[in-house]
């Protein structure tokens, strides 16, 4: 059975539009916003820094000192509708897949409270895979100049487009929500790219007791990633195969067999994808340390990924010195190729096919590693200035989570220098 999200959006709205005329309480908005700006500085031009691998270029290779990684705006409108029903926009602008900074709506939902533990909103809805995910737009909110790419670009859809049901108990002093969601989810990455999540569905767990805040998250979708490097590849496919299917001799009908079937093992359609995330943050007041490990597993081009980061730090007054460590590493089986065993003239074509497909599943599966180090200072009430020194390091025959890599952009070495201003108004 098929859930209407405009359905149901109606019919939770009605209702709490209903039950909102019956109470006394009166209409209460507040608008709010954020922003960064923000520099980086890469000495490597054989690639682009990215902070999401929805951004088309950033700093290396496009310029050495760019300012599209980190630069953002955004605000937000909360109306309340007496005590049950809110309703909440967010818009944020930033480095677009198509090089704009065209502004976008991250949130738009509808939330009704049926009780002071349980609650449902309707609409679009931040997705809640990390422990930040709530205010992941807001660099203001966490220590980072910005998060480690090795584990935030595993989600780069930061919101869902559907329901989820929030459950909030007490055990004893220790507080636990649970999320539950259901929705899609429609975006446009550099180069063409399409990426649509469908059929998501997925749980968030948080628990919070004293200093202490653990956090456990599961996603599965149907996902279609539409990329016009990767179409060439598999219309060239197609044309082996039915080159090699029209000649009736077993060994080339053998060859259009084996191509057809890597167009379907590689296809980029309704992919299943899944990810399970575990984080846990410790924050007494002086000091805080925090770590989270997210393991997924994709069908097609994609294989598995296994990535990690660590986060601690000191506060000293209005400075906060910190260190930080972070890995990505997929794993997955190259392509060994056509069968051309019975036809030895499609050997050169299908060593090139199979080249292609061995290069994409190289360029989508990042291995990557970071050492990280920085300063954050409150410098005034509501902004906080950040510089950070980065050493990324990508793996043998992987060009990591950088954009427009050259050929030899592969096991590089990459220093990388941030200077951030954060806001909150």
Request: no cysteine; charged share 15%.
């Amino acid at each position: 059975m098929k859930i209407s999200l405009s359905a149901v959006a109606g019919a939770i709205a009605s209702l709490g539009m209903a039950m909102s005329a019956q109470a006394q309480s009166s209409f209460d908005y507040k608008f709010s916003g954020f922003g960064s700006v923000g520099f980086v500085h890469s000495d490597n031009r054989g690639a682009d820094y990215v902070t999401t691998r929805l951004q088309p270029n950033g700093a290396g290779l496009t310029r050495q000192t760019d300012w599209g990684p980190d630069t953002k705006l955004g605000g937000q409108m909360n109306l309340k509708f007496g005590d049950k029903l809110e309703a909440v926009v967010q818009v944020v602008s930033q480095h677009q897949g198509d090089n704009s900074f065209r502004p976008e709506v991250e949130w738009a939902n509808l939330k009704y409270k049926f009780s002071d533990n349980f609650s449902v909103r309707v609409g679009r809805i931040a997705l809640p895979p990390y422990m930040i995910s709530e205010t992941r737009q807001v660099g203001y909110s966490y220590t980072w100049a910005h998060p480690p790419v090795e584990v935030f670009s595993i989600m780069p859809i930061t919101s869902n487009d559907g329901i989820d049901i929030s459950w909030q108990t007490r055990l004893g002093e220790a507080r636990n929500v649970l999320q539950v969601y259901y929705g899609t989810r429609k975006t446009e990455a550099a180069s063409g790219t399409r990426v649509k999540s469908k059929q998501a569905t997925g749980f968030s767990d948080t628990l919070e007791l004293g200093s202490w805040t653990a956090h456990v998250s599961f996603f599965d979708a149907k996902v279609d990633f539409v990329s016009a490097q990767i179409e060439p590849l598999f219309a060239g496919l197609r044309q082996f195969a039915g080159a090699a299917g029209a000649v009736p001799v077993p060994g080339f009908q053998t060859a259009a067999a084996s191509a057809n079937a890597l167009v379907k093992k590689y296809s980029t359609l309704d992919v299943h994808q899944s990810n399970v995330s575990v984080g846990l943050n410790y924050d007494p007041g002086d000091w805080f340390a925090m770590g989270e490990y997210v393991f997924g597993k994709a069908e097609g081009l994609q294989g598995d990924i296994k990535a990690w980061h660590l986060l601690a730090g000191y506060r000293i007054g209005s400075f906060t010195p910190y260190v930080g460590l972070a890995s990505a590493r997929s794993s997955f089986t190259l392509e060994k190729g056509i069968d051309v065993s019975g036809a030895p003239p499609l050997a050169a074509g299908a060593a090139a096919l199979t080249a292609g497909i061995q290069a994409a599943q190289r360029g989508i599966n990042p291995t990557q590693k970071s050492a990280t180090v920085g300063v954050r200072w409150d410098a005034i009430r509501n902004v906080a200035i950040k510089l950070q020194y980065e050493r990324a390091e990508t793996g043998t025959g992987s060009s990591g989570y950088f954009a427009k890599p050259l050929p030899t952009f592969t096991g590089a070495k990459v220093n990388l220098v941030t200077a951030v201003v954060d806001f909150v108004f």
